[in-house]
Structure formats: C-alpha cells, structure tokens
C-alpha cells in the first residue's frame, strides 16, 4: 500500500472513496462540513433523518453524492467529542479500513488527521493511520493454491488542513517502514514449522543483509558447541533439524556508539519435548519463533528508515522435539556462563536457549540489551492479548520502553522482578533449576533470564500473548515492531 500526505480540501479530491467523521451528537468534523456545504447539505440532511448516529464503530458508505470530486463518501461515527481519545481514534480508523477494504476502491482519501486526539499530535495520528491501514491489508496466502482475493485498496491519501511539516512527512515514512517490517514479521510467523526452520531463518537474516547492507553471521551447532553453549544445545537435541545462532548487525551510528542488541527467542516448532504439551492447538507453537521474526521486521524496518545507531539482532534458534536424544526431566546442563542448570521441564525451552544468547551478547560489548520472547502461558494469563510483560533490570529503560510502547500503541506493562520470587528456582543439585512452580510463571521465568544479563543494562519482553491470535482470525500480529522501532527511533534522535 502507497501513502502520501496533502494538504487537500476533501470535496475536491478525486479519489475512488473520501472519508470523514461525524460526532455523536450529530455534529460534523470540519472536514464533514466542507462536504456537506458542497453537497448542498446533503450529509446534514441525513444525520438529522437518523441515518447516521455518529456512534462510535458506525459507518455509511455515501455513493455520487452531488458536487462531490470523490466516486463514494464515507462516514464515520466518532463518538462523543469529549472522549476522543487515543483508542477511539484507532477504532475509527479500524472500522473506516474495514469499510473500505469491503468495496472495490483503489484509493482513498482519509481527512482524519486533523481530529484532536486528547495528548497526541499529527505526526502520532499519521503513523497510526498508516499501521492500521498497512494491517488492513495483510493477507497471508503465500502458500495457498489460489491466492486469497488481492486487496484492491492500493493507494491512501492523508489530507490535512495545513501544509505537512516535515514532521508529519517524517512520520510517514518511519510508519511506512514499520509497517513493512511487521509484514515481514508477519509472514515469518505464519509460516509453518516444517517450512520455517533454524535453517530458514538463518537465510532470511542473510537476505535481509544483502538488501540493507547489513553484516550477517550464522554459528553452527559445532561452534555452540566450542563455546560451551550446552544449555543451548540441550533444546535441540531430540530435533532433525540443525539449530543456528544467527547474528546480525547494523551499523548506522558512530563507530565507537556502544550497540542496543536485541535478542529474540527463535523456537521454529514448540512440542514441548519429552515434556509434551497437549494436542490441542499445538500448531500454535509454530508461533514460538515470533520473538525472532519480531526481531528481524525490526531490523528491516530500522534499515529502511536509517536510523543514526547500531543495533546488533542475536538470534537463538532451533526445534524442541521429543525424541531418544532429548532431554530428559531431571537432566543437568552446563550453560556458556558456567552456571549449571536442571531441566526440570523440556516445555520450559525458551529461557534455556536464551540464557547462553544473553552470555553470548556480552561479545558487542552493549549499551543495552532487549530480548524478545514468547516465553511463558503464565504472561497470557496475566495479561491477556493485550499487553506484552515487561521486565528489565533498570527502571529507565523500563520506562522507555513503557513509552515506546504507549507512543505506538503497541502497550507493554511493568511487571515486578524482584529478588524474593529467586528463590523458587532453587535447586537441590545445580546452581539452579529451569522452572519456578506455578505461582508467578512470569516472573520466575524473567527471574531465570536475569542471572545471565547482570553485566549489561537489559530488559526481557514476554509476548506469549500478544505475538499471535487464536481463533477464526488465527495469524501472526507483527508486535512488537512497532514498540521495538519506536524504541530504537527515540535512541536514535537522543543517541551521542
Ligand atoms: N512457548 C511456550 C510459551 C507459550 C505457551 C506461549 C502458550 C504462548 C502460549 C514456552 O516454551 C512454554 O512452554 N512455557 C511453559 C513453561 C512452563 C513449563 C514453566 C508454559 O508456559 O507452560
Ligand atoms: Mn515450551
Ligand atoms: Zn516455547
């Protein structure tokens, strides 16, 4: 999808589909009023007929409405005036992108961007209206036989009532590559575990250094293997498939800026081990590799922006499958770190690959370190879909990343990481053991991941429930992109 944004008067646009807003007490946007008054009053008529509530979530779709450039008109209910707020605003452009994606527009015109949206600017409405339009979008038919119906919406135009500073031509852009990061993190997601492999990934991270010009780097198990990553290889014992540490760097900043890493928990099929999870809705393991993919969008999209910083992606990946070599209950492994390990649960796997990627990361001699992990069902619970857990070791970063967060709308929650839930993951015959018990599944598993990380400022990511949704609209979200590259953005613009 093409986005551009004009300054425009909405009654002359020349598009398949111009869209603007009604209050619900019947009052039009400003843009509303210039049509209407071009139209002869025709779209007050209908509000004061009641064909148009102006209740939030309603639409109308107008067609040849008289002296009107546009081949269709459509409304939008925006609710109360008073409550325009963020999450009402990102409603109004979801319902808006779904009426349009049901007709056969090939472009349109949203005149959204100058609605006051308590506590935001332009830039902020811009960047949403391009996430939420680019997702409208999104079909993953790449392996059907006959592709999905092709989206016919090609082109979105954001008119404005002034002319766009560079700012606002700023925020398109940066969106426009999150937005192409998030498919590529999408189509990651969704593809299966018998397609994307270790391997896969690995190859994808190559490509993506060959488009951006970016330095790739893939470790094989024998090299794990030099480096003592045991903890590592324990996960990927009982699979077929070969596991690959991959590395991938940018460098858009200044030669000595220390990096940000990100690390993203790249498990490209979940059984669970010899610790089998249930049958049921076990495909959805497919999905443990989203932190990785995650990470990969990430990097393009940051690539694509050219952000002034480095930033390295380290990638642990592999299968945890049953099978005569596995790993069994009870196993004791060493990680890179020298601290041992018993494995109490094969199903606990993710923290096991990503404590000897966090030892492995002190090589970058980094800044800060985010990982990103689909790690525990507890954080589901916790937190449900809409919220990813965050934890970190530094209560600034956890604050910047909170903001990051809440600026993308893509919202993480501070979750506590304190030193009295240790203890649960005391063992009797190793340094310590992989599970915490069921209380506080979260955080022990964060508590887990925290003694590999004492020596860089770091912050972990559980996206178990946010990554993907279930259901009749089962599919890969693309988050956390959009709260990684906000991030990163704001780095870069603070970055010395
Ligand atoms: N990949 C899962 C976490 C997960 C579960 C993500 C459900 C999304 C939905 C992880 O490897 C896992 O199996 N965690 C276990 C940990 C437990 C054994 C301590 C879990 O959450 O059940
Ligand atoms: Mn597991
Ligand atoms: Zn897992």
Aim: proline content about 4%; some cysteine.
């Amino acid at each position: 999808m093409e986005f551009s944004i004009k300054q425009s008067s909405p009654e002359k646009q020349r598009c398949g589909c111009v869209v603007v807003g009604v209050y619900e007490n019947g009052k039009l946007s400003a843009p509303a009023q210039l049509l209407d008054k071009s139209a002869a009053h025709q779209l007050s008529d209908l509000v004061a007929r009641g064909d148009m509530s102006g209740k939030a979530g309603t639409t109308l779709m107008l067609h040849h409405v008289s002296s009107i450039a546009a081949e269709r008109v459509l409304l939008v209910g925006l609710g109360k005036a008073g409550e325009f707020a963020s999450k009402q605003f990102i409603d109004v452009l979801r319902s808006t992108m779904s009426a349009l994606q049901k007709t056969a527009c090939k472009d349109a015109s949203l005149y959204l961007a100058d609605l006051p949206v308590k506590g935001r600017d332009v830039a902020w409405k811009i960047m949403q209206s391009v996430l939420i339009a680019a997702e409208s979008g999104y079909r993953s038919d790449q392996l059907k036989s006959k592709p999905a119906d092709a989206p016919k919406l090609r082109k979105i135009l954001l008119g404005c009532n002034g002319k766009p500073d560079s700012k606002a031509q700023t925020a398109l852009s940066q969106a426009s590559a999150i937005a192409h990061g998030m498919k590529l993190t999408k189509d990651l997601g969704n593809l299966p575990g018998n397609i994307c492999t270790p391997a896969y990934l690995a190859d994808q991270a190559k490509t993506l250094a060959k488009q951006r010009k970016l330095k790739a780097t893939v470790l094989e198990e024998k090299d794990m293997q030099k480096l003592g990553m045991h903890s590592l290889l324990s996960v990927t014992r009982g699979s077929r498939q070969p596991a690959k540490l991959i590395t991938l760097e940018y460098s858009g900043g200044a030669k000595k800026q220390k990096p940000v890493v990100l690390v993203g928990k790249g498990i490209t099929f979940d059984s669970g081990g010899i610790s089998l999870k249930p049958g049921a809705e076990m495909d959805e393991m497919k999905y443990d590799m989203c932190g990785a993919a995650s990470v990969l969008g990430t990097m393009q999209a940051i690539a694509e922006m050219g952000l002034k910083l480095n930033v390295v992606a380290v990638i642990p990946s592999c299968e945890n499958m049953p099978d005569g070599a596995a790993s069994k209950p009870g196993d004791i492994v060493k990680s890179m770190s020298g601290q041992s390990i018993e494995i109490l649960n094969t199903d606990a796997e993710g923290r096991l690959i990503l404590c000897d990627a966090l030892t492995y990361t002190a090589r970058f001699a980094p800044d800060t370190v985010v990982d990103i992990a689909t790690l525990t069902g507890a954080c589901v619970i916790a937190l449900g879909h809409v919220a990813t857990g965050l934890f970190s070791n530094d209560d600034k970063l956890a604050r910047e990343l909170l903001d990051a967060g809440d600026y993308s709308y893509d919202r993480a929650w501070h979750m506590p990481l304190w030193e009295d839930y240790q203890q649960q993951l005391d063992s009797n015959f190793a340094d310590m053991q992989n599970i915490g018990g069921r209380a506080a599944g979260s955080i022990t598993a964060a508590c887990f991941l925290s003694r590999f990380a004492k020596d860089y400022r770091w912050a972990h990511l559980d996206i178990a429930g946010t990554a993907w949704k279930s259901g009749k609209e089962k599919g890969s979200t693309g988050r956390p992109v959009p709260l990684l590259a906000q991030y990163l953005i704001h780095r870069a613009q603070t970055a010395k």
